[in-house]
């Protein structure tokens, strides 16, 4: 069996997986997302670590009840953002969430000169503010001490793997963004001249090669109760491994991560980077050297759902219930679902996007606002995958998709099946299928694709949501001049 790991924006948790897929046991622990004014938002390395090496700890103890033995530690975890560290992975700093939006005048800054699409015709990256690349600039310009100081600057799950086996190393997956050109797996140094970072080039590490293991320290084993040496895989991170996690196997398929955002992405064969129009979504490198990743990573999703429910007074457990409660088309109300205080990063950049509700009046309910919600998430999850070129089945995971009525909304709003694993955990066991690809065992990936649920579209909704969709993309056009930056 494999402990899979995956180290969310606000709950880790560890599964003991074994090779039929199945989860044997599941533990999670919150971790702290501290908002700051300015619109920081960081992580305490430490504290993350700590809620990393309790759920290890339960899971192994699990483990060694089952007398089963664990054959690897496989981890995943959140990308973007900036993790700085010292030589012994100390943090320099709190570590910076992909959620922050302190570089949003870096972001303006550079939109304006055309750094920002040139780096996107470099490496296919589009940036937004609590990307690496603008956190970077923005340290440099107003914190370059905190640069002095790191060794490495790097991601979430990196961080991790240097604390339990020493090795400074990132996956390609998160190297991809935004300093790497994703057909050659390598940084390209014109993408760091372009933002003015190429004296910093030294603190990104290396990508690990495909199928690579390190191996857990002595001290960090008898901490969690397992072997000495034991391979740990360092990746890749949530996204790439939902999408392989919930069974995206053939080229033009997508995966639909329902989390605190839409992930919405499309296994593509060739990287195909646009020098026109929008500069938004990222191409990953996947463990795998002939495949790729196009991702459209909304900044919209759950933590919209939980903001609409806290404003009505309800919670998740109503959700299906209030869904219940009104009709497709939420009495004639409309939403648009911007909220993040960092804007929008796909399918297109600007992070003065905000969010709206339209239509209201003296009859609107409170689940007419949850279902428009909910109808306008479906909406961008739309428009995101028909972005990243979705020609193939969907497959869905994370949290959101726990609710029935809207996964239905889902399937109604995309005009396709949507299918959910019937494990939970979709990262954490793409991350264990990586690491069994890389001990050299792989596992029957169509036996653990075959273990799903399908949530099929509805006939008689399907035209009314056609409609719908086409009206939520003339609202989103009529929305877009008026968000400027708040003086």
């Known amino acids: 069996m494999i402990i899979g790991v995956d180290i969310g924006t606000s709950v880790t948790k560890a599964s003991l997986l074994r090779r039929d897929g199945t989860a044997l046991v599941t533990h999670s622990r919150r971790s702290t997302l501290h908002r700051r004014p300015g619109g920081r938002v960081e992580h305490d390395l430490v504290e993350v670590l700590d ?3 309790a759920v290890i700890r339960d899971v192994a103890a699990a483990a060694e009840r089952a007398d089963e033995p664990v054959e690897a530690l496989a981890l995943t975890g959140q990308g973007d953002g900036l993790w700085l560290r010292d030589a012994d992975g100390e943090p320099v700093g709190p570590a910076i969430s992909w959620l922050d939006a302190r570089a949003t005048g870096v972001l303006d ?15 296919g990256a589009g940036l937004f503010p609590g990307s690496a690349g603008p956190l970077l600039a923005h340290l440099a310009e107003h914190e370059p001490e905190r640069l002095e100081q790191a060794v490495v600057a790097g991601y979430c799950v990196d961080a991790i ?12 997956s998160d190297a991809s963004l935004p300093f790497l050109d994703p057909r050659t797996r390598t940084y390209s140094a014109e993408a760091l001249r372009t933002c003015g970072l190429d004296a910093h080039a030294g603190l990104l590490a290396e990508p690990a090669p495909p199928k690579t293991l390190f191996a857990l320290t002595a001290d960090n084993a008898r901490m969690l109760s397992l072997p000495s040496g034991l391979p740990v895989s360092a990746g890749p991170f949530d996204l790439p491994a939902c999408a392989i996690g919930s069974g995206v196997r053939e080229v033009g398929e997508g995966s639909l991560v329902i989390g605190t955002t839409l992930g919405c992405q499309v296994l593509r064969d060739e990287v195909e980077i646009s020098t026109g129009g929008e500069t938004a979504g990222m191409w990953l490198a996947t463990p795998l050297p002939e495949h790729h990743l196009r991702v459209m990573p909304a900044m919209v999703g759950t933590a919209n759902l939980d903001w609409v429910l806290g404003m009505v007074g ?8 209030m869904l219940d409660g009104t009709e497709p088309g939420a009495g004639g109300v409309g939403a648009l679902s911007f909220l993040s205080t960092s804007g929008e990063r796909a399918p297109f950049v600007d992070p003065h996007a905000r969010g709206q ?16 919600m909910c109808e306008a998430l479906a909406y961008a999850a739309r428009h995101n995958l028909e972005a990243a070129g979705l020609t193939g089945e969907v497959s869905a995971c994370g949290g959101g998709a726990r609710s029935a009525r809207w996964s239905q909304i889902f399937a109604d709003v995309l005009g396709r099946p949507l299918h959910l694993p019937q494990e939970e955990g979709a990262g ?34 399907v035209g009314f949501y056609e409609r719908g969709y086409r009206e939520y993309l003339a609202a989103l056009d009529r929305a877009r001049p008026h968000w400027a930056p708040v003086s």
């Open 109 to 123: 800054r550079w939109r304006g000169s055309g750094v920002e699409r040139r780096l996107h015709e470099l490496t």
């Open 161 to 172: 793997v240097q604390r339990l086996t020493g090795e400074i190393t990132v996956d390609v």
């Open 428 to 461: 954490a066991r793409g991350a264990a299928m990586t690491a069994w690809d890389a001990l050299g065992d792989p596992v029957d990936r169509e036996r653990w694709a075959a273990a799903r649920w399908t949530v099929r579209p509805r006939a008689e909704v």
């Open 357 to 372: 509700f339209t239509g209201l009046s003296l009859e609107t309910t409170r689940a007419d606002l949850v279902r428009a």
């Open 314 to 321: 309800a919670d998740t457990d109503e959700l299906d219930t």
């Open 51 to 53: 809620s990393a090496r």
